[in-house]
């Protein structure tokens, strides 16, 4: 049976854990991940990390697929968009404390689920000598 990602569970859990113990919560972004909306002059080494304290942020919603907020850059709001598997970890700025994630991979087609399949071409024989692969179904 398959499952939900527990990401944004726990996105949510050490969120409010963080700011109950006065600390201030900090994402760590994958900035090219599929999705993700966030000021690319501020990017570094493809990653960002973005503050999502009550005080920095507004509209702060962790939803199951995505972190959304609106945020000041440079003086200059913008809304932020970050689905969670693009999210690498979560931390308080004061002490570290927090967790990382390992990046997410698609989730397999369940089982008995048809998969999108490309037209077939028909089949050629190779024209050289040289070893060749082909799909068995």
């Not at 709001?77 to 931390?91: A, F, K």
Request: glycine share 8%; with cysteine; charged share 20%.
């Amino acid at each position: 049976m398959s499952m939900t990602s527990s990401r944004p569970y726990i996105l949510r859990a050490l969120y409010e854990w963080i700011l109950e113990n006065a600390c201030t919560p900090y994402i760590l972004v994958n900035a090219y991940g599929p999705g993700v909306q966030v000021p690319q002059e501020h990017v570094k080494d493809g990653q960002i990390i973005l503050n999502i304290a009550p005080a920095a942020v507004q509209g702060l919603l962790i939803k199951d697929e995505a972190i959304e907020f609106s945020g000041r850059f440079a003086g200059i709001p913008t809304p932020v968009y970050v689905p969670v598997g693009s999210v690498l970890g979560i931390y308080a700025r004061e002490n570290g404390q927090g967790m990382v994630f390992e990046q997410e991979k698609p989730e397999p087609p369940a089982p008995n689920t048809p998969t999108p399949t490309t037209p077939k071409k028909p089949e050629s024989k190779p024209t050289s000598s040289r070893p060749s692969l082909r799909v068995v179904k």
